[in-house]
């Protein structure tokens, strides 16, 4: 005679070992997970700091080649007396007595000390005084005269110059429009002057 059992239902309820098993998966997911957030906050900061330094131009402090090298000093404006040797001369370029169809304008500066270079401004047009053919010699790079031309200067509508026929003039009503002057000097220094000077009808 044989005995039939009934089957017993199999219990999935997980014991101890598995519970642990589990938990410590999920504290080990959460541990990453904090990880990735701080990684992301510091990338983020970093981020945000490199915008600011690039927003700022960089450094506040320049690197030691920009510091090593000289830089010049800040403009100083003296009187013009205390600048020029004689009066600056200012006349219509052209080539051809009393016309200024070329529209172009020469100047000479007499300095009392030598200087590197200067720019001159007019009208709100700057050009340099670099001819050399009609500056004095220069001595260990630096001159005391200086000589330049400008030209499209707009003799007519910026300096008021009023030509008569074949766009001559014979320098009736001269303009003396203001001129401004950089000068380099050695050693660094720029210095500036104002001047009026009067065009004259004639260059040479």
């Not at 830089?71 to 001369?89: E, G, K, Q």
């Not at 203001?178 to 002057?193: C, D, F, Y």
Request: hydrophobic share 40%.
């Amino acid at each position: 005679m044989s005995i039939v059992t009934e089957p017993r239902p199999i219990d999935t309820t997980p014991g101890d070992g598995a519970q642990a098993a589990d938990a410590g998966v999920i504290k080990q997911a959460r541990r990453r997970q904090r990880r990735r957030r701080v990684m992301t906050s510091s990338v983020l900061l970093l981020l945000a700091g490199l915008g600011l330094f690039a927003l700022r131009g960089g450094s506040s402090s320049p690197p030691d080649t920009l510091r090593s090298q000289p830089s010049r000093s800040p403009v100083i404006a003296l009187d013009t007396a205390a600048v020029f040797s004689r009066a600056p001369y200012m006349g219509v370029a052209c080539g051809v007595p009393n016309w200024i169809g070329c529209d172009r304008i020469g100047l000479s500066i007499w300095l009392r000390h030598p200087a590197v270079a200067v720019t001159a401004t007019i009208a709100g047009r700057s050009f340099a005084l670099d001819d050399r053919s009609w500056s004095g010699p220069a001595h260990d790079g630096t001159r005391t005269h200086f000589s330049g031309f400008l030209r499209h200067a707009r003799i007519t509508a910026r300096l008021g110059v009023i030509p008569g026929p074949g766009q001559h003039w014979s320098g009736r009503g001269t303009p003396s429009p203001l001129v401004m002057l950089e000068i380099a000097e050695p050693g660094h220094r720029t210095i500036q002057a104002w001047t009026n000077v009067d065009l004259m009808a004639g260059w040479g």
